[in-house]
């Protein structure tokens, strides 16, 4: 079974520092892996989305990476805001699970000014 | 604008009186599913659908039916909602390349 994990589960940072989270999975039999933002007692939002066959997506001021040998990803939050304070998901999809998204319990970021 | 909408936004329900959370896509995707989300064990999948009349059990499917009589619509019926099911839901769609995109969210009270 397809385990995802986030390391750190909280992250506190001054204004205009760079942010790496990370995401580990156990199956490296992904389809897709997804990082998604959540506010407080809101939804998910998507951010970024790297299929099987990609190493890398970029969106503004994000970037993930996908090596799926060593099971990580990372998302780069470049010169952090404290917009950007939110819980922050990665989520896998499995070959073998289409259909069915197995999420990590996410890392909670705040930005200070 | 490309959506999922999930009704009501907020619900709160007596023990065992039967309620449905409805979920509507507009973006013609196959498949559709839903999670709840609860304090300490994060999102975990309920049901899934891969396309109309295709539905199967996730990893918390006890207590919950769903259909897919149309492709757009993927509701969740809680037949006789228990306190234990309290939680954040939510709908997600996909056309599996895609990515998922998600609803805002219902969250449930069971008194």
């Known amino acids: 079974k397809q385990e995802v994990t986030q390391i750190p589960a909280a992250l506190s940072v001054p204004e205009g520092e760079n942010l790496v989270l990370n995401c580990s999975f156990t199956?490296?039999?992904?389809?897709?892996l997804q990082w998604f933002r959540q506010d407080p007692g809101k939804g998910l939002t998507s951010l970024l989305l790297?299929?099987?066959?990609?190493r890398e997506q970029t969106s503004g001021r994000l970037n993930a990476s996908l090596d799926k040998s060593s099971g990580r990803s990372t998302l780069y939050i470049a010169a952090s805001q404290p917009g950007d304070s939110a819980t922050y998901l990665c989520?896998?999809?499995?070959?073998?699970?289409?259909?069915?998204?197995?999420f990590g319990a996410g890392t909670q970021v705040v930005v200070t000014p | 604008e490309a959506q999922v909408t999930q009704n009501p936004r907020y619900l709160i329900t007596v023990t065992g009186k039967k309620l449905t959370v409805t979920c509507s896509q507009n973006?013609?995707?196959?498949?559709m599913s839903w999670y709840r989300q609860d304090p300490g064990l994060g999102l975990r999948q309920i049901y899934y659908?891969?396309?109309?009349?295709?539905?199967d059990k996730g990893d918390v499917p006890e207590g919950y039916k769903v259909s897919r009589k149309e492709k757009r619509n993927f509701p969740l019926i809680l037949e006789s909602p228990s306190p234990n099911q309290t939680s954040l839901y939510f709908c997600?769609?996909?056309?599996?390349?895609?990515?998922?995109?998600f609803g805002s969210g219902t969250r449930l009270t069971v008194v």
């Open positions: 790297i299929q099987s066959s990609q």
């Open positions: 973006m013609n995707h196959e498949y």
């Open positions: 997600a769609s996909s056309t599996g390349a895609s990515g998922y995109t």
């Open positions: 659908s891969m396309n109309v009349e295709v539905t």
């Open positions: 199956d490296s039999a992904i389809y897709n």
């Open positions: 989520a896998v999809e499995t070959t073998d699970s289409w259909g069915k998204l197995q």
